[in-house]
């Protein structure tokens, strides 16, 4: 599982356990107090991670808030970087000493870099830059984090909050764009696409039309990715007429159609064209329902036939909304009895 | 009725078309339909010698959840602040295998998770990871729904439900978010861990609550999924928290439902059968529960009975991909089991038995409540119990 194990050992040589330290003798160890006579998930803890723990259960029982206690923390944390009461002790400890907060950066820097996927880390980082005030390492530090793995939801976290914290969005739209080079599949650098865009410049409308221009442009290299047709969708929930009516748009999936190209997204698009106009009660001979049906049965049979059930469904709720007055969903449940209800039946 | 499984073929089939674009994302995403097409080739080799083919190993998982339950090896010491939800994730696995007259497990060791629980429960409210620990959102979501698993009155009545609303109202953000634990972070977690928590010991109020729903849909993207926080990627268990609290809040058409349940179903992967939790990213079998449950939650919402997405095919990818040959389950072939997987496989396997046909043996799992991942029975006795427990200090 973890890789507190392996720190574990790294050291064992050297390591001295606290109740074998003299500077520690004032201390009194503190045992896990688990309850009944029986183990419950019981953890076959290292003698090392039981000294450890005793003692740092010893030390917050008596508050301490020293330099040595900040330093067990540390310990503590090498063992189980996820344990929330320990980074907050630390913090405690942090306030009341007035420590460095530069070196404490530092330290959180290592950490994360050898846990990255944990939210304590991240959480105590972003404090630390609150403190501080100092936003000047974190664009280059998550960058460092992305390096090694592009899609951590951890690191995106932390860039988009000091991004939007301090203002930090210039050469933002570059970076996601090196990025898309890199892996034109990276769904989180077309999400900090968007975030970007949104958070500046907003999506008026010659914005939307430079970017549909971009995303069509990177659909035509690879039309079986989800990630760029998607954020066409997105973009196109910011065109004033809707998903249909993007000449740009509906003229670059007929072609692709056309040409014989049979990606799901290309299709589901034209669905959701159809669907659009006859909410819309704008049917044309290009999206109507006939075509919404012919292509709900293309995407169910043959193009995306582990999602038949849903493609039926589609085909249903359109065909049900052409002949609706009102053109909205006639029914749906919102209770959470009829949720809970339907977990429970089985057909037997 | 038995169903069959896909036809090796059409797997064959369904590989992964690169598009001469190789990039990190694809080569990932080949060299895990490689292993999980060895996974299938052997299945159906095996079937055609045995009709009864695939089964649900249900003792050798049975013993690696009980070991789990008990004796854990130090490997799990990064899960030393989490063992609230090492006793939510066994007991939940074992109630889905288990039959409810079987009597495992017993009274005695049940008695002794409940008072293990009581050393976790903090003096100003809510539950930790461990004895000793500070209280945490997620860790008290683990130890309630334990505690509802258990189900007895001893269980009931550990719950210190004055200071429990204590500790709700000091983590809730003024915009109606949640903070996981005192001075921590904020993500959606925290909003159905607090609302979950709430409804099942019966001191939800509007009060609580108000305008909760409102910054959970400023978290639905582009993309139709939810994120952790406005502004991040639509993410699997995100959007979990997500619908699940609109619908116990009864405000579900809130949100976007159609580009949800258009995002929701493209997760599950042509191949493998089994989910991915965000677009471009690799298959899972815990999100077998987590986009599975969710699919369900919106389609119930948008008024629809059936299950819409493939139940025949996450069948496949948990029974074929997901089982350890020595018990638990995992993410993908060439994992290690794990507690969090196992049970959260098993309660996706549960969702695929709903109105559904089966693959192999016939082994048909316990009922959850979709909204708490716990049986559906238990919820409604806890929240009887408490409806009618009068506490004065409330």
């Known amino acids: 599982m973890g890789d507190s194990s392996d720190e574990e050992f790294q050291n064992s040589e050297s390591w001295v356990f606290y109740r074998n330290r003299d500077d520690w003798k004032d201390v009194e160890p503190v045992e896990q107090e688990d309850g009944g006579e029986y183990p419950v998930v019981s953890i076959s803890y290292t003698p090392k991670f039981k000294d450890v723990y005793d003692y740092l259960r010893g030390v917050m029982k008596i508050g301490e808030k020293s330099q040595r206690a900040l330093d067990l923390t540390a310990d503590a944390i090498a063992l189980n970087a996820a344990n929330y009461t320990v980074w907050q002790y630390r913090r405690d400890i ?30 105590h980082r972003r404090v630390i830059v609150e403190w501080l005030q100092d936003s000047s390492k974190e664009l280059k530090f998550t960058q460092g984090i992305l390096v ?62 430079k970017e549909v221009e971009y995303v069509l442009e990177k659909i035509e290299t690879v039309p079986l990715n989800e990630s760029a047709w998607n954020y066409l969708k997105g973009l196109l929930l910011h065109d004033k ?87 909205e969903d006639a029914e749906g449940g919102d209770g959470p009895e009829e949720a809970a209800a339907a977990g429970a039946s089985h057909d037997v | 009725m038995m169903a069959n499984m896909r036809p090796f073929r059409d797997l064959v089939a369904n590989q992964y078309d690169e598009e001469n674009n190789k990039t990190h994302s694809s080569k990932e995403q080949i060299d895990v339909e490689k292993s999980v097409l060895n996974m299938y080739e052997s299945a159906h080799m095996k079937i055609t010698l045995n009709r009864n083919l695939p089964r649900l190993a249900t003792n050798a998982h049975m013993d690696f959840i009980r070991d789990g339950l008990t004796q854990l090896p130090h490997s799990y010491s990064c899960l030393d602040a989490s063992r609230t939800w090492l006793c939510y994730w066994s007991l939940h696995s074992m109630s889905l295998l288990t039959d409810i007259s079987k009597t495992w497990p017993l009274n005695k060791e049940e008695s002794m998770i409940v008072q293990f629980l009581s050393k976790c429960q903090h003096p100003s409210g809510g539950f930790g990871g461990g004895p000793g620990q500070y209280p945490h959102l997620a860790t008290t979501y683990a130890a309630v729904n334990a505690l509802c698993i258990i189900g007895t009155q001893e269980a009931y009545d550990i719950i210190n439900r004055k200071t ?51 910054w959970v849909v400023s978290c639905q993207t582009y993309e139709g999924g939810f994120s952790g926080c406005p502004g991040l990627e639509a993410h699997g268990g995100y959007t979990f928290c997500a619908i699940a609290v609109l619908t116990i809040l009864k405000r579900p058409k809130l949100c976007d439902l159609h580009s949800l349940l258009r995002w929701l179903v493209n997760k599950q992967m042509k191949l493998e059968g089994g989910f991915q939790g965000r677009t471009n990213k690799l298959v899972d079998g815990c999100y077998s529960f987590w986009l599975a449950c969710s699919v369900l939650l919106a389609g119930v919402a948008l008024g629809e009975k059936k ?37 959260y496989t098993l309660s996706g396997l549960s969702l695929t038995q709903t109105n559904s046909d089966y693959i192999g043996i016939p082994f048909y799992l316990g009922f959850i409540n979709p909204l708490y991942n716990i049986s559906y029975e238990k919820v409604e006795i806890m929240k009887t119990y408490f409806k009618d427990t009068k506490d004065e200090t409330l």
Not at chain 1, 160 to 174: C, D, N, P, S
Not at chain 1, 190 to 195: A, E, G, L
Not at chain 2, 307 to 332: H, P, R
Request: net charge negative.
């Open chain 1, 94 to 123: 942090l306030k009341e000493l007035k420590s460095d907060l530069a070196k404490e950066l530092k330290y959180i820097e290592k950490v994360i870099q050898r846990h990255c996927k944990n939210y304590q880390v991240w959480h």
């Open chain 1, 148 to 209: 090694f793995d592009a899609k951590n939801y951890h690191a995106w976290q932390h860039r988009q909050w000091a991004i939007k914290t301090f203002g930090l969005y210039e050469g933002e739209l570059e970076y996601v764009d090196s990025l898309l080079r890199d892996d034109i599949r990276n769904n989180s650098a077309w999400n900090q696409r968007y975030f970007v865009i949104n958070n500046t410049i907003g999506f008026v409308d010659d914005v939307v039309s």
């Open chain 1, 241 to 327: 007429g809707g998903l249909s009516n993007n000449v740009k748009v509906t003229t670059f999936c007929e072609d692709l159609y056309m040409s014989g190209n049979r990606s799901p997204f290309l299709l589901a698009l034209i669905v959701d064209m159809c669907d659009e106009r006859i909410s819309n009660k704008a049917e044309d001979d290009k999206y109507n329902l006939k075509r919404a049906s012919e292509l709900c049965h293309e995407l169910a049979t043959t193009v995306d036939p582990i999602r038949c059930r849903y493609w039926e469904y589609m085909s249903t709720t359109i065909s049900k909304k052409a002949g609706c007055e009102s053109g």
């Open chain 2, 164 to 214: 429990l609303k204590e500790f709700l109202y000091s983590v809730r953000a003024p915009n109606g978010a949640f903070r996981m634990h005192l001075d921590g972070e904020i993500d959606v977690r925290g909003v159905y861990c607090a609302l979950s928590i709430a409804t099942l010991t019966g001191i939800y109020s509007e009060k609580l609550f108000d305008g909760t729903a409102e």
């Open chain 2, 307 to 343: 299950m819409l997405f493939n139940q025949t095919a996450l069948q496949e990818y948990i029974m074929v991909c997901c089982q350890y040959n020595s018990g638990g389950l995992l993410d993908k072939p060439g994992k290690r089991p794990d507690l969090y997987h196992t049970c």
